[in-house]
């Protein structure tokens, strides 16, 4: 399995995305801080970073008796530079603005 294979099969989970949002919002928690308030168990959350780790989305260090997790957004960016980037960021930024558009102004006339 390739680098991207890694990235993409990390990222198809909900529950590793998940974790990937708490690790951006506040980089270096414990094991302990990413499982507050998840409905899922201590052992789900190590599975799912050690899965996070094995494709290099997820880094750690000890300090002292505890294991802090941070975010490596490097291998998600170059997949964007490499998929996205040649598909010209700007038209499809219009199209996904003219689609928004449209998806609410259908609302607007639901409402009516």
């Given at each position: 399995?390739?680098d991207?294979?890694?990235?993409?099969?990390?990222?198809?989970?909900?529950?590793?995305?998940?974790?990937?949002?708490?690790?951006?919002?506040?980089?270096?928690?414990?094991?302990?801080?990413?499982?507050?308030?998840?409905?899922?168990?201590?052992?789900?959350?190590a599975?799912?970073?050690?899965?996070?780790?094995d494709a290099?989305?997820?880094?750690?260090?000890?300090?002292?008796?505890?294991?802090?997790?941070?975010?490596?957004?490097?291998?998600?960016?170059?997949?964007a530079?490499?998929?996205i980037?040649?598909?010209?960021?700007?038209?499809?930024?219009a199209?996904?603005?003219?689609?928004?558009?449209?998806?609410?102004?259908?609302?607007d006339?639901d409402?009516?």
């Amino acid at each position: 399995m390739n680098d991207d294979d890694a990235v993409f099969r990390a990222l198809a989970d909900g529950s590793r995305r998940l974790l990937l949002d708490r690790l951006h919002e506040k980089s270096g928690q414990t094991l302990g801080e990413l499982c507050h308030g998840l409905d899922m168990t201590r052992q789900a959350v190590a599975k799912h970073l050690a899965i996070l780790t094995d494709a290099n989305l997820v880094s750690w260090k000890r300090q002292g008796r505890e294991k802090l997790h941070f975010i490596n957004a490097v291998p998600i960016n170059e997949i964007a530079e490499r998929w996205i980037g040649k598909f010209e960021r700007t038209r499809l930024s219009a199209l996904a603005g003219l689609k928004k558009e449209l998806e609410a102004g259908g609302r607007d006339n639901d409402s009516e």
